[in-house]
């Protein structure tokens, strides 16, 4: 009988950054492949670092975007293997929501092929991960709650 793998439990943090342009609600997503696989940005905190610390400087170097966290998202946790290794990975994501308030995705590190923003509706139906998804969407309640109930232009 062979022996159980290695179970690891890695963290990261990352988070959904948000702008409205004329009143449209807007997201971005980074891209990577052909065929492009759309996902949030996040990362695997350096030492010292917190949970948004990690958050904040992963979105900026995947997205080329300056933010500010607005609130917890949340988490999500997965499992995947590395067989050859004999390891199994159980990883929980941390998720903020974030405001643009600067830069540019043209500015994004090599990790991504593409950025690019994406009305929100259409973000959700990119995603390539079901529970990044769930993520956009309990975003897009939180926006919609602070706003006053609806994808309309602040005053």
């Known amino acids: 009988m062979s022996a159980k793998p290695r179970v690891e439990k890695p963290v990261s943090a990352g988070g959904v950054v948000y702008q409205r342009v004329g009143g449209v609600l807007e997201t971005v997503l980074c891209g990577r492949s052909q065929p492009v696989r759309w996902s949030l940005a996040k990362g695997t905190p350096d030492a010292g670092e917190t949970l948004k610390q990690t958050a904040l400087r992963e979105v900026r170097e995947e997205t080329g975007l300056e933010v500010e966290i607005e609130g917890s998202l949340g988490s999500i946790d997965y ?27 043209d500015q994004h590190d090599p990790e991504f092929d593409i950025v690019q923003w994406f009305e929100a509706e259409e973000a959700l139906k990119a995603l390539a991960y079901a ?13 919609a709650d602070r ?9």
Do not use: C
Request: hydrophobic share 40%.
């Open 131 to 143: 529970n990044e998804v769930s993520v956009l969407q309990r975003a897009l309640t939180l926006i």
């Open 79 to 105: 499992w995947f293997a590395d067989r050859s290794q004999d390891v199994r990975y159980h990883k929980t994501v941390h998720f903020y929501l974030m405001a643009s308030v600067g830069g540019d995705t």
């Open 147 to 155: 706003e006053g109930a609806g994808p309309k232009e602040k005053a």
